[in-house]
């Protein structure tokens, strides 16, 4: 089965349903297995505990935050939903682990795609975090060293997006406007960003390429592509400059360099809208 590239969107609900059913664990098959064991504890939307003592972040999303800990870190909203939705999808449950890039983080907590195992005999594998993006209770969230199934967790929270499930229905997760919302968005950095917008220009400076939404790059939103990136992007067939007049959708951590900017180091951060 041919994959779709995750930089060109499907066309149709139906379409991207079907592809989020039936295509991640046929491409699954191409991860690295991980072994397999029972979640006894969930610590938030996207981050669980096993019974062999590993912590396991659940790569590729990124769930509404809560606290735990943190002073002056309010809970973003429904992060106490996401919480329960996944120890609904997966608490007490027999998983299986699967690597698609790096397998540790810094917090020494595995970095997997998780499914629950399925009775004997039959192939009812769920994909955890498929299941999570399709509630709408979680973001897809991408790394440079870890892009394995990028285009079918876009695919699954497209149809949430597009239901308005869950946080797609609060106007504090909604896809910013890229010229519409420039202001907001420069008063947004630190937080995490979907905005979509049309390239209107390229530049380059310092080994940077910069992708332009407006007449004036020192207020207008940009995207930033680091020299390190460059080698990802050829292989991906997509070459910055031919981003210019497209609408794209971008997500990744807002800063403000000039005005909004999303650095993106990865191509899989970027999709190419009809």
Known sequence: ??????????????????????????????????????????????????????????????????PLGRTNFPAWPLAEESKRALEQVAGGKSLGLRYGGREIDRNNRALAHLYVEGHAGDNAARWVQGEMLRRGLARVYTFADNRALAAELLAA??????????????????????????????????????????????????????????????????????????????AAGLQPASLVGQQVRVRGWLKRLNGPLIDVTHPEQIEVLP
């Open 1 to 66: 089965m041919s994959i779709v590239s995750p930089l060109y969107i499907l066309r149709g609900t139906a379409v991207a349903l079907l592809l989020c059913l039936t295509a991640p664990w046929a491409g699954a098959a191409e991860l690295r297995g991980g072994g397999t064991a029972r979640a006894v504890k969930v610590i938030d939307g996207d981050t669980l505990v096993l019974d062999d003592g590993r912590e396991v972040r659940l790569v590729g999303i990124q769930a509404p935050k809560l």
């Open 157 to 234: 929270e497209r149809v949430a997006r597009e239901g308005r499930r869950g946080i797609w229905a609060l106007p504090y997760y909604r896809v910013r406007d890229a010229v519409a919302d420039a202001t907001e968005l420069s008063k947004s950095a630190d937080t995490f960003q979907v905005v979509e917008g049309r390239v209107t220009g390229t530049g380059a400076r310092d080994g940077r390429t910069y992708l332009n939404f407006g007449a004036d790059y020192r207020e207008d939103f940009t995207i930033a592509i680091p020299s390190g990136a460059r080698a990802a992007f050829r």
